[in-house]
């Protein structure tokens, strides 16, 4: 979403570059509406990118918190996961031989 974002806003630009030597009332009420929706955009594609960041943080938090007060029920599944995908693998490795 956020590369098609700038890709509008760049188009956008282009096209009024490209336009600015054009006289008449028309052209030029356009002009301002296409310069005012592209501020909007610009604005909201910064607004979405501040609130992702926000929640990623907020994630960041919440799992820190959950491990510094959970530290041996993470080392437990840690250790569960471990312990299977060796087993998977070994099982894996010996039927290969």
């Known amino acids: ?4 974002l700038q890709m509008l806003a760049a188009d956008a630009e282009q096209l009024l570059h490209a336009t600015a030597g054009h006289a008449g009332h ?3 009420e356009v002009r301002a509406k296409v310069l005012e929706s592209l501020a ?6 910064g607004d979405v990118r501040d609130d992702a960041l926000h929640n990623a943080r907020a994630a960041g938090r919440v799992a820190d918190d959950y491990v510094h007060d959970n530290p041996w029920r993470i080392v437990a599944i840690g250790a569960i996961v471990g312990l299977g995908l060796g087993l998977l693998l070994g099982r894996g490795s010996s039927s290969d031989s």
């Open 1 to 4: 979403m956020r590369s098609d």
């Open 26 to 28: 028309r052209v030029d």
């Open 40 to 45: 909007g955009v610009k604005a909201r594609a």
